[in-house]
C-alpha cells in the first residue's frame, strides 16, 4: 500500500520559475528519498534525507524534512525545460533483521515550458 | 557507477504464455534487489524483496506462484510472469542494492503488453 501522499498531482510552471513538491508519510522512517521519471523510463536517484537531517542540498535541489509534520517537500530552482518529469517521494522503512523497503508516493508530475 | 540493466526492454505475448524479465546489477553486487509494478501514470508498487539466496518476500495481494523471482547471484534477478492475462500488462521496473546501502537503483523497466 502506499504510505505519501504528494502534492500537487501535478504542477505546470515556466522556464526559470521554482517548482515545489510536497510529499506527506504516515509512519516513522528511516530516511526519505526522491526520485525523478520521465516519461516510460526506470527512475533516477535524486537525493536522500535521513531521518535526523532537516534540510539537504544538491545543485539545484533543495529538500527538507519535517519528521514532526511527517512530511517533506522537494524544491526545484531556476527550472528548465528538462526538468519536465514525475517526480516521487519514497520512504525507507525499517523491519526487523535489517531489511528496509521503499514506499512510494503517488508522484508529482512536473511540466516546464520554454 | 551503480549501473541496472533489464531485459527485454519491451514484450509483446500472447496471453497465457510465459515470460521471463531479467534484471542486473552492471556495477556493483546486489545483496537484495526489488521488484515494482507501475500501471499508467501511477506510482510505483512494490511486489516483492529478493535477497541472494533465499526466497523472496511478496507483497500482500501479489501472487508467489504467478510472479516467481529468482536471485541466483549478486548480479542477477529475474521474474518471471507465468500464464500471463491481459491484466498483467504493465511496466515492470526492477531495483537493486549494496549490502548495507541506504539507495536503490533502479533498472530502466520492460514493458509488457499481454494479447
Known amino acids: 500500500s502506499q504510505q505519501g501522499e504528494e502534492d500537487p498531482q501535478a504542477l505546470s510552471i515556466q522556464e526559470g520559475e521554482n517548482a515545489t513538491m510536497n510529499c506527506s508519510y504516515k509512519t516513522s522512517i528511516n530516511n526519505l528519498q526522491w526520485y525523478r521519471q520521465n516519461s516510460g523510463r526506470g527512475l533516477v536517484h535524486l537525493i536522500l534525507?535521513?531521518?535526523?537531517?532537516r534540510e539537504k542540498h544538491s545543485g539545484r535541489l533543495r529538500v527538507t524534512l519535517d519528521t514532526s509534520k511527517k512530511s517533506s517537500s522537494l524544491l526545484i530552482t531556476a527550472s528548465r525545460a528538462a526538468d519536465t518529469a514525475s517526480y516521487f517521494c519514497?520512504?525507507?522503512?525499517?523491519?526487523?533483521?535489517?531489511?528496509?523497503?521503499?514506499?512510494f508516493g503517488a508522484g508529482t508530475r512536473l511540466a516546464v515550458h520554454p | 557507477g551503480a549501473v541496472v540493466s533489464q531485459h527485454p526492454s519491451r514484450v509483446i505475448c500472447k496471453s497465457g504464455t510465459s515470460v521471463k524479465i531479467e534484471c542486473r546489477s552492471l556495477d556493483f553486487q546486489a545483496t537484495t534487489m526489488f521488484w515494482y509494478r507501475q500501471f499508467p501514470k501511477q506510482s510505483l508498487m512494490l511486489m516483492a524483496t529478493s535477497n541472494e539466496g533465499s526466497k523472496a518476500t511478496y507483497e500482500q495481494g501479489v501472487e508467489k506462484d504467478k510472479f516467481l523471482i529468482n536471485h541466483a547471484s549478486l548480479t542477477l534477478s529475474t521474474l518471471t510472469v507465468t500464464s500471463a492475462h491481459p491484466e498483467d500488462s504493465s511496466f515492470y521496473i526492477c531495483?537493486?542494492?549494496?549490502?548495507?546501502?541506504?539507495?536503490?537503483?533502479f533498472g530502466p523497466g520492460t514493458r509488457l503488453l499481454v494479447l
Open positions: 534525507i535521513r531521518s535526523n537531517e
Open positions: 519514497a520512504t525507507a522503512l525499517m523491519f526487523s533483521g535489517g531489511y528496509n523497503k521503499l514506499i
Open positions: 531495483s537493486a542494492r549494496e549490502w548495507g546501502g541506504e539507495t536503490q537503483y
